[in-house]
């Protein structure tokens, strides 16, 4: 190797190191609501302000636990071989998702309010 290939490969890790530290100080924007897609279809989709666990059960029986605590979600529990959807750890931005390939489950942060499904109508038109 010459002193420019070794200059090249150098430069290139600092710019992928600072371009992951610069995402990683940014955070993306703040989330208010946690939305869970399964194959595509949403299945839950629950305000980040309530601490909760939410299990996911599919008829295949795929079985997938998301927990919402100190304003960040994670994979509590997964069966799925690989496990990599629990290791990805905690989120609390909308700049990251948790993805659990062999179940095809996404968990995904956003800034929308979560549906109202109350009782208090307030303007019917006709």
Do not use: W
């Amino acid at each position: 190797m010459k002193k420019k290939d070794i200059l090249i490969i150098v430069l290139a890790l600092a710019a992928a190191l600072l371009l992951y530290g610069i995402s990683q100080i940014s955070g993306g924007a703040s989330a208010s609501t946690v939305v869970v897609t399964v194959d595509g279809q949403e299945v839950l989709r629950r305000p980040m302000a309530v601490e909760d666990s939410y299990e996911i059960r599919q008829e295949d029986g795929s079985v997938n636990i998301i927990a919402v605590e100190d304003g960040a979600v994670y994979m509590k529990e997964a069966n799925c071989r690989d496990g990599l959807c629990i290791r990805q750890g905690k989120m609390k931005n909308a700049a990251k998702t948790i993805v659990c390939l062999p179940h095809k489950l996404v968990v995904s942060l956003t800034g929308d309010e979560p549906e109202d499904t109350g009782s208090d109508i307030d303007v019917v038109i006709q």
